[in-house]
């Protein structure tokens, strides 16, 4: 059996190996550590933080769907302050990488809570989580606008020296723009993507199984959409590396999205029936390697080969 490196260079930023956990899934890392063993992962991209803390909305925030489940929790953290001061030095003692995601509501949100976070140890880059409302714009999330993605990131990119990651939503007409406009404006890299828009109805209380009526669709139902997005944006930028989320559960899951075009891979939705999925992915995807005779995850990715 050949002997497979997994190591990938992310942004500039060496791992171990391409699978990584998907923010808002997996905590910051205490919560899961007794689980597995975080250094089997290539790095904790830990749950968004935004400059204040916040309760997030009121349940059910919850509903699980067919393939999947839906969710609407509101960017429930403690702030960056305690991010900073707590999870991150917890995650730099024990050698495990971290991308930090930051979140916010407007261009100065994202701004002043990067800032706040560049430098600091144990920190490899961060993820700006773009599908936040934009209270200065009508409330639409920075994500659906070519304009209101290049504004954050062209912000963020003049206050941090950390490589810097677009996590972006499949939920627009052109996402191959979107992306353009996240690069032109700094970002180092992307993530693809973002839940995706759903809705579930109660049909014996006729109300929706979410108190916000809508919210995010995440796990298997929505890897092909996943797949879909990360081939259409490696192929429009094949430099820019790309983070590829979306349903991912197993390691042929993982080696689908490398081949579509991914640098690294995000374990999601899986972590919570599984705490042990984002090292079962590791572990698996080595093997696999292995067992296929392919020296490493470079030499495989973008390889997806389309005719017509």
């Not at 400059?51 to 953290?77: D, H, S, V």
């Not at 891979?265 to 919570?272: D, E, P, Q, R």
Request: aromatic share 4%; net charge neutral; hydrophobic share 45%.
């Amino acid at each position: 059996m050949a002997v497979s490196d997994p190591a990938v260079t992310l942004a500039g930023v060496r791992l171990r190996n391409p699978i990584v956990t998907a923010s808002g899934c997996f905590g910051s890392g205490p919560e899961m550590a007794r689980f597995l063993d975080l250094g089997r992962i290539g790095a904790v991209v830990c749950k968004t933080v935004t400059l204040e803390p916040r309760a997030g909305i009121m349940p059910p925030r919850g509903a699980e769907t067919p393939a999947g489940m839906l969710n609407a929790i509101g960017l429930q953290n403690a702030g960056v302050e305690r991010f900073r001061a707590r999870d991150l030095p917890w995650l730099a003692g024990r050698g495990v990488p971290a991308i930090a995601s930051v979140g916010g509501h407007s261009v100065g949100d994202y701004v002043a809570c990067a800032e706040r976070l560049d430098g600091a140890r144990g920190l490899v880059a961060i993820e700006l989580n773009l599908s936040c409302p934009n209270l200065e714009d009508r409330g639409f999330m920075f994500a659906l606008s070519a304009g209101g993605t290049a504004q954050v990131t062209q912000a963020v990119r003049r206050v941090v020296r950390v490589p810097l990651l677009c996590k972006l939503s499949p939920d627009v007409t052109d996402l191959v723009e979107i992306a353009g406009a996240a690069v032109r404006g700094g970002a180092d890299g992307l993530s693809l993507i973002n839940t995706t828009l759903g809705m579930a109805i109660d049909t014996r209380t006729l109300r929706p199984k979410l108190s916000t009526g809508t919210g995010g669709l995440s796990g298997p139902a929505i890897r092909p959409i996943a797949v879909r997005c990360v081939w259409q944006v490696h192929r429009a930028f094949p430099a820019v590396p790309i983070v590829g989320i979306g349903g991912v559960e197993t390691a042929e899951d993982a080696l689908e999205m490398i081949v579509a075009g991914a640098t690294a891979v995000g374990v999601g939705t899986a972590s919570f029936s599984n705490p042990r999925a984002a090292q079962d992915v590791a572990e698996g995807l080595e093997r696999l390697l292995s067992e296929r005779g392919i020296p490493g995850p470079d030499a495989v990715r973008g390889r997806v080969e389309v005719q017509g």
